[in-house]
């Protein structure tokens, strides 16, 4: 994939890490439905890539994201055309295809929130796997302000992330949080200063890409089935990805690494 044709997202490919600005700054980042297009197209692209172990996110500009146009909802334009039942068909051709895309991803993720993550752009970062903030990070489920719904999947993602006592407080008040509310109620998994973001979103990447890509992919999608399954589901599945995972190269890499006190070096097999 030609990572230089997008008009919508800057990306790039380094060291393993896959690098995915949203790149609408004169619209604080707010999704339409070309930028959608590009988005899922290249977390497809990156899921069946060997080369990307794993996938940072970050915004243009001041903002992470605004969550949905509102230039477009006020003229009833592309996702936002139509009556109800179009809206709806509308949601589902449109916004909806960003958590299916998220929620398949055997690579791991983590969101950069150098600014505002507003409704569904709270929601992507809460779809991301880890979360890195700033002094400038700032969340808000304002849907309820709007006298609309999360129907980017908001209600199955942020519970996710904070328990669901705090995302019904942040769904029914629409309120906006500021940077260390959100290290507090457990959204972001650091926070430090903007100066210091980009370096620290690097360094997370680097620690990560450096894993047994096979061992990462299985363990983070044993995560994601654990959080919805029962005991013994959760069992089975791991006893089959450790009967994989023991009979690959990386796992006898591994071990030769430990006895040998050097740091692995993991191909993917």
């Given at each position: 994939m030609d990572l230089s044709t997008f008009q919508h997202l800057k990306c790039e490919l380094k060291n393993h890490q896959l690098w995915v600005m949203l790149?609408?700054?004169?619209?604080?980042?707010?999704?339409?439905?070309?930028?959608?297009?590009?988005?899922?197209?290249?977390?497809?692209?990156?899921?069946?890539?060997?080369?990307?172990?794993?996938?940072?996110?970050?915004?243009?500009g001041k903002n992470f994201c605004a969550g949905g146009d509102v230039a477009a909802m006020e003229e009833?334009?592309?996702?936002?055309?139509?009556?109800?039942?179009?809206?709806?068909?509308?949601?589902?051709?449109?916004?909806?295809r960003i958590p299916?895309?998220?929620?398949?991803?055997?690579?791991?993720?983590?969101?950069?929130?150098?600014?505002a993550a507003i409704g569904a752009g709270c929601d992507f970062a809460c779809m991301s796997d880890l979360r890195i903030g700033c002094e400038f990070t700032k969340v808000g489920e304002t849907f309820t302000r709007l006298a609309l719904v999360p129907g980017d999947g908001g209600t199955f993602f942020l519970p996710r992330v904070v328990g669901y006592t705090k995302a019904m407080e942040?769904?029914?008040?629409?309120?906006?949080?500021?940077?260390?509310?959100?290290?507090?109620?457990?959204?972001?998994?650091?926070?430090?200063?903007?100066?210091?973001l980009l370096e620290k979103g690097e360094q997370l990447a680097k620690e990560i890409a450096q894993?047994?890509?096979?061992?990462?992919?299985?363990?983070?999608?044993?995560?994601?089935?654990?959080?919805?399954?029962?005991?013994?589901?959760?069992?089975?599945?791991?006893a089959a990805f450790q009967g994989i995972t023991q009979r690959?190269?990386?796992?006898?890499?591994?071990?030769?690494?430990?006895?040998?006190?050097?740091?692995?070096?993991?191909k993917g097999n």
């Amino acid at each position: 994939m030609d990572l230089s044709t997008f008009q919508h997202l800057k990306c790039e490919l380094k060291n393993h890490q896959l690098w995915v600005m949203l790149n609408r700054e004169e619209a604080a980042n707010a999704f339409h439905l070309p930028m959608i297009d590009e988005l899922v197209s290249v977390l497809e692209w990156a899921d069946c890539e060997d080369e990307v172990r794993v996938i940072v996110f970050r915004g243009a500009g001041k903002n992470f994201c605004a969550g949905g146009d509102v230039a477009a909802m006020e003229e009833k334009r592309e996702m936002f055309s139509g009556e109800p039942d179009q809206l709806r068909r509308n949601y589902q051709k449109g916004i909806q295809r960003i958590p299916k895309a998220m929620e398949a991803l055997q690579k791991p993720t983590i969101a950069l929130m150098n600014g505002a993550a507003i409704g569904a752009g709270c929601d992507f970062a809460c779809m991301s796997d880890l979360r890195i903030g700033c002094e400038f990070t700032k969340v808000g489920e304002t849907f309820t302000r709007l006298a609309l719904v999360p129907g980017d999947g908001g209600t199955f993602f942020l519970p996710r992330v904070v328990g669901y006592t705090k995302a019904m407080e942040m769904f029914m008040t629409g309120r906006i949080y500021k940077a260390q509310q959100c290290l507090e109620m457990g959204l972001l998994n650091e926070l430090v200063s903007s100066k210091e973001l980009l370096e620290k979103g690097e360094q997370l990447a680097k620690e990560i890409a450096q894993n047994a890509p096979v061992a990462v992919q299985m363990t983070k999608k044993a995560l994601k089935i654990s959080h919805l399954k029962d005991l013994q589901t959760s069992l089975d599945l791991l006893a089959a990805f450790q009967g994989i995972t023991q009979r690959t190269s990386d796992h006898f890499e591994g071990l030769d690494a430990l006895k040998e006190k050097r740091s692995p070096i993991f191909k993917g097999n």
